[in-house]
């Protein structure tokens, strides 16, 4: 019996970026005994020693991890943020996961630790280029795991988002500063706030 599986207590898990997402993702492998190792350059050390997290630089982070997770966000300081470099730190057994954002990665060169093998395989939720061509050399490989940017795709989330965008616009209509704005410099404008009668 050929045994596929891996066990993660005890495993290191490497996270880099620890925002919301990123604190989640800790907590849940802290739960499974994983040894958390983080990046993030704004957080500190006693916010991640709380949740039961070890902050590290960045290459201690690839050459330690048995799992690295990408959770930061795209902005121009973190394009290509991970490249051959980073990935040449990694364990030849270690796995590398990325549900963030693709541009956050430079996929060539993790097309080419995967099919070197110089690292034991990869989870991949989002590319460079969405959806990923057919001809992509990635759907080549056996070492990796590629869904279509779906990773948070269940019915669970698209009803508590139906009723945060509801609350949202609720919130809005009698006046009240809604909880999840995204741009809130547009509601700090001297303009009267719209209500229901002027719907």
Known sequence: MKLKGIGLTGKALGILGLGAIG???????????????????YVSREKAERIGV??????????????????VKVEPKTLALVG???????KPTAFFI?????????????????KERRIAGAALDVFENEPLKPSD???DLD??????????????????ASSIVT???EDYLKGVRPQHVVNPDVLDKKEDTPSAKTL
């Open 54 to 71: 070890r902050l590290v630089d960045k290459d201690t982070l690839f050459r330690e991890a048995d799992f690295v997770s990408i959770h």
């Open 98 to 114: 990325n549900t963030a954002r693709g541009a956050i990665v430079d996929q060539k060169a993790l097309y080419r630790v995967l």
């Open 137 to 139: 050399p990635l759907l």
């Open 23 to 41: 604190k989640e993702v800790a907590r849940r492998a802290v739960a499974f005994k994983m040894d958390v190792i983080a990046h993030d350059p």
């Open 84 to 90: 051959k470099r980073e990935l040449e730190l990694m």
């Open 143 to 160: 070492n990796v795991v590629l869904t279509p940017h779906i990773a948070g795709a269940c019915y669970d989330n698209y009803e508590k």
């Open 167 to 169: 609350r949202g616009i």
